[in-house]
């Protein structure tokens, strides 16, 4: 027999169709639309679940020149896309080797690197070039198996990043590298660069700060959708547990 007394399930939280957040952490509705040059392709590994922190359906819904693919491979560049691309080292993807600006002493916001990870020749014109962006997204070590996987990047322009701050995420996430950065910021980074459009970044960094404030706005009355970071204690033991 029911208890009549008993708590009635709580409803779902329904999801915005864009960015895929729950609704309490979603700000589309606050998004600018921003004209883009160059071409902007956004490869998700599968098991980035990370939703309520990540940026990547926030920042393709800036672009109508924008497009995000969940998976681990493709077959080139083009399948990738969804339309055909003549020439691959027309399009940059950001590198994740070894190789670090403040180690090759360069200056520039952006770099291309040669096969060897040295910093190339011809800087201007390699980059004058382009026509599109990939970026990959997930943590470290899936943005780096998406590397592995797609032996078509080797055809793409290598470029690293050379940013002036850290990442905005501050404490809600640790990045594994100083110059790590969200894959809106890494957006904002490059295409103003590359466009020489200041406006480009702006935006996109106003609505990463819009997207973090609402996410702590939310730890206080919703912790389950915005749980905050665990100690490094805790993590440290956690995996010396799996490990044991």
């Given amino acids: 027999m029911s208890n009549p007394t008993a708590a009635a399930p709580a409803e779902p939280i329904p999801e915005c169709p864009h960015c895929q957040k729950p609704m309490p952490l ?15 392709l956004i490869l998700q590994h599968p098991q980035e ?16 020149d924008a497009t995000v693919r969940v998976g681990l491979s493709w077959p080139s560049l083009s399948k990738a896309l969804g339309r055909p691309i003549e020439n691959a080292s027309h399009w940059a993807v950001l590198y994740l080797g070894s190789a670090r600006a403040a180690d090759l002493e360069a200056e520039a916001e952006i770099v291309a690197l040669n096969r060897k990870g040295e910093v190339a020749d011809n800087q201007r014109a390699l980059l004058g070039k ?26 793409c322009q290598r470029v690293i990043l050379n940013p002036s701050r850290p990442s905005r995420y501050g404490r809600l996430r640790k990045e594994p590298r100083k110059d790590g950065l969200s894959t809106i910021e890494a957006a904002a980074s490059i295409l103003s660069s590359l466009e020489r459009r200041p406006d480009i970044a702006e935006t996109l ?4 700060e819009r997207m ?12 389950e959708l915005a749980p905050k970071p665990a100690a490094k204690g805790r993590r440290r033991d956690f995996r010396r547990g799996k490990r044991a």
């Fill in 26 to 40: 979603c700000i589309c509705d606050s998004v600018t639309p921003i004209e883009n040059r160059l071409s902007l």
């Fill in 49 to 64: 679940q990370d939703r309520a922190l990540g940026t990547a359906r926030l920042l393709a819904k800036h672009f109508a």
């Fill in 130 to 155: 382009l026509e599109g962006v990939v970026l990959l997204d997930g943590t470290w070590s899936q943005a780096k198996a998406l590397w592995w996987r797609n032996p078509w990047m080797l055809k």
């Fill in 205 to 208: 960094h106003a609505s990463f």
């Fill in 212 to 223: 973090l404030t609402r996410y702590r706005e939310v730890q206080a009355e919703m912790p």
